[in-house]
């Protein structure tokens, strides 16, 4: 058994190649398409962003629901002694806050099992604007000594909410 499971959501944009490698465990939002409930990872972006454009059958979006953060850490718990989930900030969604509840619940039924929740706040999003996000990094990086900057194009949730053309960032600095 490994002492630390660690568990992200799609929004940390992480590549799936990374989280293979390091077994870190990545919990999709839903897309609501057509009446039908998606998870983020089986959208298609190009259809997603043809139907920004022309502004018909927009989706919605939902975060994970409590038992599904439940029932990923019951997952988990089996495989590992603790459980690190880093969420996307608290400032954009409540999946935060819905992991912590999940978390309380879990100290009933999962007691040997440590659970900590982490609100990331941290990475440069891109929604269809790569060339304006590397732009924003580099300014960034002229700016600020930041230990890590990376680029990602945003997923599906951030896409639906904030159409296209969107740049947001956020870094890590060490003390």
């Given at each position: 058994?490994?002492?630390?499971?660690?568990?992200?959501?799609?929004?940390?944009?992480?590549?799936?190649?990374?989280?293979?490698?390091?077994?870190?465990?990545?919990?999709?939002?839903?897309?609501?398409?057509?009446?039908?409930?998606?998870?983020?990872?089986?959208?298609?972006?190009?259809?997603?962003?043809?139907?920004?454009?022309?502004?018909?059958?927009?989706?919605?979006?939902?975060?994970?629901?409590?038992?599904?953060?439940?029932?990923?850490?019951?997952?988990?718990?089996?495989?590992?002694?603790?459980?690190?989930?880093?969420?996307?900030?608290?400032?954009?969604?409540?999946?935060?806050?819905?992991?912590?509840?999940a978390k309380e619940i879990s100290g009933r039924?999962?007691?040997?099992?440590?659970?900590?929740?982490?609100?990331?706040?941290?990475?440069?999003?891109?929604?269809?604007?790569?060339?304006q996000a590397e732009k924003l990094k580099e300014?960034?990086?002229?700016?600020?000594?930041?230990?890590?900057?990376?680029?990602?194009?945003?997923?599906?949730?951030?896409?639906?909410?904030?159409g296209q053309g969107l740049v947001d960032f956020?870094?890590?600095?060490?003390?």
């Amino acid at each position: 058994m490994r002492k630390v499971a660690i568990m992200t959501d799609t929004a940390s944009n992480i590549p799936q190649e990374l989280a293979e490698k390091f077994n870190i465990k990545v919990m999709p939002f839903h897309i609501i398409m057509d009446g039908k409930d998606y998870l983020d990872t089986e959208i298609d972006m190009d259809d997603l962003y043809a139907r920004l454009v022309t502004k018909e059958n927009l989706p919605t979006t939902s975060f994970p629901s409590v038992e599904e953060y439940l029932q990923v850490y019951q997952e988990l718990s089996q495989t590992a002694e603790a459980i690190l989930f880093i969420s996307v900030t608290s400032i954009f969604t409540k999946a935060y806050s819905l992991a912590l509840e999940a978390k309380e619940i879990s100290g009933r039924e999962l007691p040997k099992t440590s659970i900590e929740v982490l609100d990331s706040r941290t990475g440069i999003t891109h929604n269809n604007d790569p060339a304006q996000a590397e732009k924003l990094k580099e300014l960034a990086s002229s700016q600020f000594q930041c230990d890590e900057l990376h680029v990602f194009e945003a997923l599906a949730p951030a896409v639906v909410h904030t159409g296209q053309g969107l740049v947001d960032f956020g870094f890590y600095v060490s003390d």
